[in-house]
């Protein structure tokens, strides 16, 4: 066996370099010039045209780049940007572009052409090769020479094999850079709406007499689906809150859409009418605003109206996982008296509503299903008893509670991102 080493060839080495070259690569202009040069190198600097037609009359056409032999570039334009190439009309290239596919065109006078008499004069032999593909920044591109000898067929088949290769190329990369362009675009609108959402939280938390407050939000991604939020329905004449709304709710699917319902959601509990009585008939007017602008999902809702002076709290829920109470002696039991189809499904749907009365000592845990659902490593799902046992041993302040509630959970993820949002709220009547 006899192995010829060509590690030295000159053209072995330009390519080498080329592969380098399109390594480094980051954008298609790059690849182009890096291609041009590589080419160029390897094979002899050849006089060439870059041509753009797609979309002009038969007669016009752009000159994207014009190169003769000995020259790297003549303009320094980035193709891609087409609107300040020169726009021609007529002459010898529309003629030579209007047989269809690869070919060789002989005894070229351009002394005649309105445009490259001068420039081209003696490139009498051309190969003209469309292009495909429709993010490239050229139709055709020609290949010049002096003549003789002329274009060989053999010469015709490898420019045409190196043209598809590079278009291929150009094309996959600039669809990529397109890709990219778009999910940056889609990332700063969905930050954007990330940040409204936060701003439709409450923060501060509000001083509600008798309770301390403490929640948790983690959306799985910059915008989340889940609504935590406290207000008040009436007051006391004095102008001070008597009772107090108490909502958690989570909307189907995630992401921005599902922010956009939840924010929907807030407005219309916010703008209820005056003469709301209680949570039931606040339900029953979202669920009625929501089936009549059909978001298109559902949202499930847990609503309790707490009074301030009896510290007795009403409450409904619309599908949405029973919060869970802990009494003063400790015993724990679930708030699912009552329960109905989440909003957004049955106009009308009628909701009932279930009362607790709370005394000094006793606390909720409100959350959503991204919680109890959370997933470890090995698929197994956090469950509504694991978070009831872990209520249920702790005897915490309501930030503490959460504090240890959200360690809990971020320790069973394992590091496993989680794939719905996440939210507690836990109150405690002090």
């Not at 207000?231 to 922010?259: E, M, T």
């Not at 699912?336 to 009362?355: H, Q, Y």
Request: aromatic share 6%; glycine share 8%; net charge negative.
């Amino acid at each position: 066996m006899r192995v010829e080493d060509e590690s030295q060839n000159p053209r072995i080495l330009s390519l080498i370099r080329l592969m380098s070259a399109l390594k480094q690569s980051r954008s298609p202009i790059e690849t182009l010039n890096a291609i041009r040069r590589g080419f160029g190198e390897a094979y002899g600097s050849l006089a060439s045209m870059m041509i753009w037609t797609r979309d002009l009359r038969e007669d016009e056409f752009r000159l994207i780049q014009l190169r003769r032999e000995g020259e790297y570039a003549v303009g320094g334009n980035d193709p891609w940007l087409m609107d300040e190439f020169p726009l021609y009309r007529g002459g010898l290239v529309p003629r030579i572009i209007s047989t269809p596919g690869p070919h060789i065109v002989n005894e070229v006078d351009w002394s005649g052409d309105p445009h490259f008499a001068g420039a081209l004069e003696g490139y009498s032999s051309v190969i003209a090769i469309p292009f495909d593909g429709q993010r490239l920044p050229m139709s055709w591109t020609f290949l010049l020479k002096r003549t003789p000898p002329n274009f060989t067929t053999t010469e015709l088949e490898q420019s045409v094999l190196r043209t598809v290769l590079v278009g291929a190329l150009l094309e996959s990369q600039s669809l990529a850079q397109e890709l990219a362009s778009a999910n940056e675009r889609i990332d700063r609108d969905v930050r954007q709406v990330a940040d409204l959402q936060r701003l439709l939280l409450p923060d501060p938390l509000p001083k509600i007499p008798g309770l301390e407050i403490a929640i948790s939000y983690e959306p799985s991604g910059r915008a989340g689906g889940d609504l935590y939020d406290f207000f008040p329905l009436d007051d006391d004449g004095a102008g001070n809150p008597r009772r107090w709304c108490v909502f958690v709710g989570d909307a189907s699917g995630h992401g921005s859409a599902a922010a956009v319902v939840m924010a929907i959601v807030q407005t219309i509990l916010h703008a209820h009418p005056a003469d709301v009585a209680g949570p039931a008939d606040l339900l029953a007017h979202a669920n009625e605003q929501l089936c009549r602008k059909k978001i298109g999902g559902f949202v499930t809702a847990f609503l309790g109206i707490y009074d301030v002076e009896t510290r007795r709290l009403v409450y409904v829920s619309a599908g949405h996982l029973p919060p869970v109470m802990k009494s003063a002696d400790g015993k724990i039991s679930r708030l699912d008296a009552v329960g109905s189809v989440p909003l957004g499904i049955d106009a009308g749907e009628s909701f009932k509503s279930a009362t607790v009365e709370l005394r000094s000592g006793d606390s909720l845990l409100l959350y959503t299903d991204g919680i109890t659902e959370a997933r470890g490593a090995d698929h197994t799902m956090f469950e509504m008893e694991r978070l009831e046992s872990e209520f249920r041993d702790r005897n915490d302040r309501p930030d503490e509670l959460i504090a240890h509630l959200r360690q809990q959970v971020t320790a069973h993820q394992r590091g496993q991102k989680p794939v719905d949002d996440q939210t507690m709220v836990a109150l405690r009547v002090v």
